[in-house]
């Protein structure tokens, strides 16, 4: 047998140049068997190139060819667009967690809240109807004395004035508030005081008397204290527009008994009045939009108000099956003090729903949307 040495030669200079790529290629300088401290990535390219050398796809040596260039960009580009979904294990036992549970309390009350709002407003008006009823049920249910809910009601509107109160001397601006509405609403205050002192005198005399007060109060600071803050470019609700008209209606039609004719024309006009002073405070959010959360609380305490109030005369026609009118008075007059409890609660009613709709969505600052109130 020849050996021919040549081609040993030729061998051994293969074997070793082999040897020699392979000790220095990439994969064989980012081996496991070399310790971590040896292999430690200084810098950005050692770091691709430690990725690249432990990337399945790639080759022992080499740069990446442009299509492996390509692919990887592309990988990564989806890495940033498609964030990683993280199993139920890490959101909590049953793959629930605190935060499913919160949009799982809130889930129904929003399919709700957007169902009404794809509604009509005919079916808004129905659905309002049909609520209010259902809380007349309710409060008939549960309140055996229904002269509480007159005391109820007032107890609300002085709520609703101590709100303001708060809000002129905490944060000393007016912003947002109709000094034209707490005008109406101290004339109706101070014509139904009169009534009641001359008429008749009993809680709702000192209930009056201290909402007629803090009434007052606020009508000072808006009107003196707070006269930079006073909007009063937005608050453009003419007051003989309803003043006018309730003076009238209340020479036409007022109470039949034996009282005063004064004092009978004097006692319509402010249940009159009463129905329509809110309205210079809702023009003024119409104009504004947006509502500050005390002026809301105020404007929503005056809705239960206005409710209870209703809820007090309705009650007791169908407690009495109807004798109640009759003792008011023969005429329209029993038919106007129904009619106007019921206008000034539907006055409210839009407001109040998107007051609530606010309160549930977590959102401090109400913003209306056009046409509302």
Not at 97 to 105: A, Q, S, V, Y
Not at 292 to 316: D, I, K, M, N
Request: hydrophobic share 45%; glycine share 6%; charged share 20%.
């Amino acid at each position: 047998m020849v050996i021919d040495t040549k081609v040993l030669l030729q061998n051994d200079i293969s074997c070793d140049y082999y040897k020699y790529r392979a000790k220095n290629s990439p994969s064989a300088r980012a081996s496991p068997l070399i310790p971590k401290r040896q292999t430690a990535i200084r810098n950005p390219s050692s770091r691709r190139r430690h990725q690249n050398a432990h990337a399945p796809a790639s080759t022992p040596s080499g740069p990446p060819q442009r299509g492996e260039r390509e692919k990887n960009r592309g990988e990564k580009k989806n890495e940033g667009e498609n964030p990683p979904v993280f199993s139920d294990r890490r959101r909590g036992r049953g793959g629930g967690g605190g935060g499913g549970e919160m949009r799982g309390t809130k889930r129904p009350l929003g399919a709700v809240m957007a169902w009404m709002r794809r509604q009509p407003p005919k079916v808004k008006a129905f659905l309002a109807v049909v609520t209010g009823m259902a809380a007349l049920v309710f409060i008939r249910f549960i309140v055996h004395d229904h002269d509480n809910l007159f005391v109820a009601a007032e107890a609300a509107h002085a709520l609703g004035i101590a709100v303001l109160i708060y809000k002129l001397t905490k944060e000393k601006t007016c912003a947002g508030l109709s000094l034209k509405s707490q005008d109406l609403t101290a004339l109706f205050l101070a014509v139904r005081l009169y009534c009641s002192f001359v008429m008749e005198y009993d809680i709702h005399t000192l209930l009056d008397t201290a909402t007629l007060a803090a009434t007052l109060f606020v009508i000072y600071m808006i009107r003196f204290k707070l006269r930079p803050t006073y909007m009063v470019d937005k608050d453009n609700f003419a007051l003989y527009c309803v003043v006018v008209p309730c003076a009238v209606l209340a020479l036409l039609i007022h109470p039949s008994t034996s009282h005063n004719i004064v004092n009978r024309i004097s006692w319509a006009f402010c249940v009159y009045l009463e129905a329509v002073s809110v309205l210079p405070q809702l023009r003024l959010m119409q104009n504004t939009k947006i509502v500050e959360p005390f002026t809301a609380h105020y404007v929503f305490a005056l809705g239960v108000a206005r409710f209870l109030s209703c809820a007090h005369w309705v009650l007791q026609v169908l407690d009495t099956r109807g004798r109640l009118l009759t003792a008011l008075g023969y005429g329209l007059w029993p038919s106007m003090v129904l009619l106007s409890e019921i206008v000034q609660t539907f006055i409210l009613a839009d407001f109040c729903y998107y007051y609530v709709k606010s309160l549930v969505g977590g959102q401090l600052v109400l913003r209306l949307p056009s046409g509302v109130v």
